[in-house]
């Protein structure tokens, strides 16, 4: 079960911190958005242990992810904000310790949080 929380409302240069809280065993994670008539995206991913990050291009400088294994979460640090960013923010869980860039490689969806960023 993966739990995303810390959505909002932030003016364009704001920053808002996603987490996302997992229970069961620590795998691979990444974080997906989509926007208002547009297919899901991928934004970034992290290995199980926490070495390798990758991010698409459009966040790369402004959004960081990291976990943390003891308590089985995954944040995203978005600093820099855009009205672009403007999605509903989804993390998900591969069963494997390699990140993945891809929707179909992960296995679990969390529920979802909405970040709005104003002009």
């Known amino acids: 079960q993966l739990v995303a929380s810390g959505g909002g409302l932030v003016q364009a240069g704001g920053s808002l911190r996603l987490s996302c809280a997992a229970s069961g065993r620590t795998y691979a994670m990444g974080w997906f958005r989509q926007a208002p008539g547009k297919e899901r995206e991928f934004v970034a991913a992290?290995?199980?242990?926490?070495?390798?990050?990758y991010y698409t291009d459009s966040v790369k400088g402004r959004f960081t992810i990291s976990r943390d294994n003891a308590k089985n979460t995954v944040y995203l640090q978005m600093n820099s904000l855009k009205p672009e960013d403007t999605a509903v923010y989804y993390c998900a869980l591969r069963t494997a310790y390699y990140i993945g860039t891809h929707s179909k490689e992960y296995d679990y969806w969390g529920q979802g949080t909405l970040v709005t960023v104003s002009s």
């Open positions: 992290i290995s199980r242990s926490g070495d390798t990050t």
